[in-house]
């Protein structure tokens, strides 16, 4: 045992800067979470076991970095918790404010004439009073005004608004705006500045003039890469945009999935992999210059970190080029790098600008994939690459010329597997806690798939080239070759990802209580609607929701829940904000049954929806009223509408489903966003409509939930969307005073996000994920 231990002692101080970095984090993360305590008895411990002098000096520098970084992390949350109006916004309250600012983030991700972007405030008044901004505070601005295209990065702007929260996750498992903007940015509050707030530039030249430079070259090389290219290919251009320069916001979402899906987002964002593209296209160029290894390496050193400025200071690009930078100074230096040295003192100089990164998952999954690296790597490509290894006492003459020339491509191939598994094994046990899901089939996409990324990179950087020489011809040509390739490389991604088990949820699924019935999800946004039913043996959605509802708050909830498999999905109408992300559903989730009304289904997306239907050979049921669906002995679904003779109307939602559930004494109806044409016919069959709790959206065109339709439903609870926008998701004032005046509960899903019910024999337990409120009915 004593040896062990000064074998491990002996390898830690070869590698000091990576314990002292390990120290550094410890100390941040004792200070967010209030146990600076705890390092004065670490402290005297480890300096009474030390009897060597250099452990010792070890020792001693791991306890200044854990202090140190203690100390700064501190007072770094000290000065944004002093933000001016924190108390009076963690109220649920919104503030009109006026002031300036100057812009300290990228302005390229617009979205029509809205931009979200980083103010760093100057000045801040409430109702013509002054308040003091001391410390640089900065809030994430969400600008939804005509004067957003014309603002850009150092430019100060004076502006009224509303400051509030910053929202929250609206669904388990989803992303959080708040927690990310608090430590990627220091950010606690949202600035909304709308069409009739104030929005004007009054200066310039704030900031860094490097990353002006940066953001106007990025800007002239975005035109070269699109130089030639046709209208038509622009979408894929933009992948090629995503890849070389980070512009991420000009590439289709559905391609953006398929590469998460087979593990190689790593490929589609900037990142390590493209910053050593980009460093070995200028080290094969300055060694073919002639100039030395020292010489290339302090040109070299600059060139990445200018990169890293082009992709917009992007967190994944700027960590890399920061490691890549150290290990390259050891060579510039004339000493043998360390990788595991390289990635402590990395993290240090990382860590100085910005002590909340090591709360994020991007430096967190950067770090532990480098040391899998560092440590596995060589290990992993050297066991693949055994079984195929020409025996070496064979003489090299007595090899066969073709032999030889395979074994240079299978040694080849064999480090790329190595990196490979080595990455995956660094990564997976981060993915699956932050994310709630690992991609299996990554292990071979990447081998496949990072060669021909590799090449798009290095293509584009020719583009560029023959582009600035005025050799137009020839950059179109590149141009075009690139979007072959990023053709195939998403086509190789989207094969990859439909893959069975190419990707896993592994959520650890809802708390279940032996007596429950059925357990129920509401999520919806702007619009959009989607329910899931669980227990403990099925699991049914009804709705997919659209794009936004599904991948703010369906695919998280789906990832945390572990769910990979559906036993039946219900499409409710055709409303792409319903069924508009069914496409993945039935390609990822293939449920056994697809229900729907019998009407006509005119949504843009339905055909795609039919041809996976046919492909995948998946069940499709017509319900109408008066069947039922069972659930299990004391659950079953009743449809109300269509009848049979009910004829096709107008609008989507007039052709809707309505359905009712009945789970033991309880009732819960179903009316997604019909109007007041179907509710006239419910109310006209004379069905008995009494619910204990309604589930809704809004209609389109027409009011909704008439005076005489909710006496007839009589609800305890009601469920609905709400939102500004679109306008007729809003309900009215009038609508909710009168359900209030009922002595009817109104949940609308903008406050409260994802709502739960859990449905026993004896209550009905209702709870909303963003407020924490509970509900119950006896």
Request: aromatic share 8%; net charge positive.
């Amino acid at each position: 045992m004593g040896g062990m231990i000064q074998l491990f002692r002996k390898w830690a101080l070869q590698i000091p800067l990576f314990w002292i970095a390990l120290s550094a984090m410890a100390g941040i993360l004792a200070a967010d979470l209030h146990w600076s305590w705890l390092w004065i008895p670490v402290a005297i411990a480890g300096l009474f076991f030390q009897k060597k002098l250099a452990s010792m000096l070890l020792v001693v520098g791991m306890l200044i970095a854990s202090t140190g970084f203690m100390l700064i992390h501190s007072a770094r949350v000290d000065k944004i918790h002093q933000f001016p109006l924190l108390e009076a916004i963690q109220s649920n309250r919104s503030i009109g404010v006026s002031g300036t600012g100057w812009i300290c983030s990228d302005t390229n991700r617009r979205t029509g004439q809205s931009v979200r972007v980083i103010l760093e405030l100057k000045t801040l008044s409430v109702r013509g009073s002054e308040i003091a901004v001391p410390n640089r505070d900065r809030v994430v601005a969400l600008i939804d005004h005509p004067a957003s295209a014309d603002l850009h990065y150092g430019e100060e702007v004076r502006f009224s608004g509303r400051i509030a929260n910053i929202d929250s996750a609206k669904s388990p498992g989803a992303f959080d705006p708040a927690v990310y903007f608090y430590r990627s940015a220091n950010a606690v509050a949202e600035l909304n500045i709308n069409g009739g707030d104030r929005c004007m530039v009054t200066g310039e030249n704030f900031g860094s003039a490097m990353m002006r430079q940066a953001i106007r070259s990025r800007q002239w090389m975005e035109k070269a890469l699109a130089h030639g290219v046709r209208e038509s290919h622009l979408e894929m251009n933009g992948v090629i945009l995503a890849m070389a320069l980070g512009a991420r916001e000009k590439s289709p979402d559905d391609v953006e999935d398929f590469f998460r899906l087979s593990g190689t987002m790593h490929i589609f964002a900037v990142s390590g992999l493209h910053v050593g593209v980009v460093a070995g296209m200028f080290w094969f160029l300055l060694k073919w210059l002639g100039l030395s290894r020292r010489s290339a390496v302090i040109i070299i050193i600059p060139a990445v970190l200018f990169y890293a400025l082009l992709t917009g200071l992007r967190p994944s690009s700027f960590r890399a080029a920061v490691m890549l930078s150290v290990f390259l100074a050891g060579f510039a230096l004339r000493r043998k790098p360390s990788p595991i040295n390289g990635i402590g003192l990395a993290a240090l100089i990382l860590l100085s600008f910005n002590t909340q990164q090591v709360f994020l998952p991007g430096f967190q999954l950067s770090f532990a994939v480098v040391l899998a690296l560092s440590l596995a790597a060589t290990f992993f490509s050297d066991k693949i690459y055994e079984p195929f290894q020409i025996d070496e006492f064979i003489p090299k003459r007595r090899v066969a010329l073709w032999r030889s020339r395979t074994d240079k491509l299978v040694r080849g191939l064999t480090v790329g597997a190595g990196v490979s598994v080595a990455s995956w094994l660094g990564s997976v046990i981060l993915m699956n806690s932050h994310f709630s899901g690992i991609a299996p089939v990554g292990l071979l996409a990447n081998i496949v798939m990072v060669p021909i990324a590799s090449a798009i990179v290095v293509i584009a950087g020719v583009s560029i080239l023959f582009f600035a020489l005025h050799l137009g011809v020839v950059s179109v040509g590149l141009n075009y070759i690139n979007l072959y390739l990023a053709s195939f490389l998403a086509f190789l991604a989207q094969t990859f990802a439909e893959f069975p088990g190419a990707h896993i949820h592994t959520g650890q699924g809802a708390p279940v209580i032996e007596e429950e019935l059925i357990s129920l999800d509401v999520m919806g946004l702007r619009g959009g609607g989607a329910i899931l039913a669980t227990s403990k043996s099925r699991t049914w959605m009804l709705d997919t929701g659209g794009n936004l509802t599904f991948r703010q708050q369906v695919l998280p909830l789906l990832r945390d829940r572990g769910i990979n498999h559906l036993d039946c999905l219900i499409l409710s109408h055709g409303d792409s904000g319903h069924i508009g992300a069914a496409p993945y559903v039935l390609n990822h989730l293939t449920p056994d049954l697809v229900i729907e009304s019998p009407l006509p289904n005119r949504a843009r997306i339905y055909p795609e929806i039919n041809s996976i239907i046919e492909k995948r050979k998946i069940n499709r049921v017509n319900i109408v009223a008066g069947q039922k669906l069972r659930w299990s002995d004391d659950v079953y679904w009743e449809p109300l509408y269509p009848g049979q003779k009910d004829p096709p109307t107008g609008v989507a939602d007039d052709r809707c489903l309505v359905m009712r559930l009945r789970a033991g004494r309880w009732k819960i109806l179903f009316t997604f966003d019909a109007g007041m044409l179907v509710e006239r016919d419910l109310l006209v069959d004379g069905q008995n409509l009494q619910s204990d709790i309604w589930i809704r959206g809004q209609h389109s065109t027409t009011r909704s939930g008439t005076s005489e339709f909710l006496d007839r439903v009589a609800p305890n609870v009601i469920v609905s969307t709400h939102d500004r926008f679109p306008p007729h998701e809003k309900l009215s004032e009038e609508w909710i005073r009168n359900v209030h005046d009922s002595g009817i509960k109104l949940i609308t899903l903008d406050q409260a996000g994802t709502v739960s019910l859990q449905l026993t024999k004896d209550r009905v337990v209702i709870k909303s994920f963003i407020t924490g409120e509970t509900i119950t009915l006896p």
